[in-house]
């Protein structure tokens, strides 16, 4: 039995858990409460899935890229959001490794997708759920149609290959510290669907 969440469109938050029968009610709201628990401004769903994966009921939250370029991403809140934020990742992920104010420059997103990843394994672990975050990589298959002077368009290439966004991953965990770090209960090998 196949249960569409989104359709088209990323998934915002944790929301996605109430779709999930056999996620439990009260689980759900102990999370839900948690998660709201850190203020980050006024928004509830300050995270984005570009897809949820379920197995066996494990769950995968999806984060594709398309280019290399993609997996830098800083965070642009300011002031007591920035603070809560890194607060959050924090208290998430202490048990793990150290996190530090370079988890809020230029690879913001898989630190704060570790961090709520670990979050749901600290409530879903104790009912058998297990909970990863998963890169998917297109290799190979992004192009950018340009409008150029003359009205027409040209295709550019930005495309990566497996060993582009190999050494791109590889930058990014040694930025926040992981590159020698046990990473399996948080986080999947990056896999990679070569779209020629």
């Known amino acids: 039995r196949r249960k569409i969440i989104s359709g088209d469109k990323e998934i915002k938050g944790i929301s996605f858990l109430k779709e999930l029968e056999f996620i439990d009610e009260k689980i759900y709201n102990e999370i839900d409460t948690e998660y709201k628990s850190y203020e980050i401004g006024n928004i509830t769903n300050w995270q984005s899935w570009d897809a949820i994966l379920i197995v066996n009921k494990d769950i ?27 607060e959050y990742m924090n208290d998430q992920l202490r048990d793990f490794f150290p996190v530090s104010e370079e988890w ?28 990863k975050t998963m890169g ?15 009205k027409r368009y040209q295709t550019i290439n930005k495309d990566a290959s497996k060993e582009d966004f190999e050494a791109a991953i590889a930058k990014e965990l040694e930025t926040l510290s992981l590159k020698d770090k046990d990473l399996s209960n948080l986080l999947t090998d990056p896999v990679f669907i070569d779209c020629a």
Do not use: C, P, W
Request: hydrophobic content about 35%.
């Open 60 to 86: 995968y939250l999806i984060e594709a890229k398309a280019y290399t370029a993609e997996l830098l991403s800083d965070n642009d809140n300011g002031g007591k959001s920035h603070k809560n934020i890194l």
């Open 104 to 131: 809020m420059k230029d690879y913001y997103q898989l630190a704060n997708r570790l961090a709520t990843t670990a979050l749901l394994n600290k409530h879903l672990n104790k009912v058998g759920i297990k909970v």
């Open 136 to 150: 998917l990589y297109f290799v190979n298959g992004y192009y950018e149609r340009v409008l150029k002077e003359n």
